[in-house]
């Protein structure tokens, strides 16, 4: 069932251009949110623009736009969190991506020391289940 919905999109790029995900963490965490501020006055470039810089083009995404990132501010927290709305397709080069180690066709993107390091599980909830860098 799921697979005869899926082939939609195969028959209709419009769909699949149209099908977003909101990559919204669901963990709320202030360590996270702290970090965009870190990287903007460390490199004076904003969180999307950075995106879109070295990775979005890099892998060649086709929907993702600087315009689709969005900071949202609460209570909670001094810092912004950053919303990504990536299309299904351009989340697959990201998972591709980390997949391979943060290598794109031979380019190192992402070291992959940190890509192991941010995909570790760093503390353990129950028997095979955890929680690291934001995932």
Request: some cysteine.
């Amino acid at each position: 069932m799921f697979w005869e919905k899926a082939s939609a999109f195969n028959r209709d790029p419009f769909k699949l251009r149209n099908l977003r995900l909101d990559l919204t963490a669901k963990v709320n965490s202030c360590r996270g949110h702290s970090s965009t501020p870190i990287h903007s006055q460390r490199t004076g470039e904003d969180i999307f623009a950075a995106f879109a810089a070295r990775l979005a083009r890099p892998v060649g995404m086709q929907d993702f736009a600087v315009a689709d990132g969005k900071y949202v501010h609460a209570r909670v927290s001094d810092h912004p969190a950053y919303h990504f709305d990536l299309s299904a397709r351009d989340l697959v080069r990201f998972g591709w991506l980390y997949l391979n180690r943060g290598n794109w066709n031979g380019r190192q993107l992402v070291p992959a020391t940190w890509v192991d390091e941010s995909t570790r599980v760093i503390s353990e909830v129950d028997a095979g289940i955890g929680y690291g860098y934001m995932w």
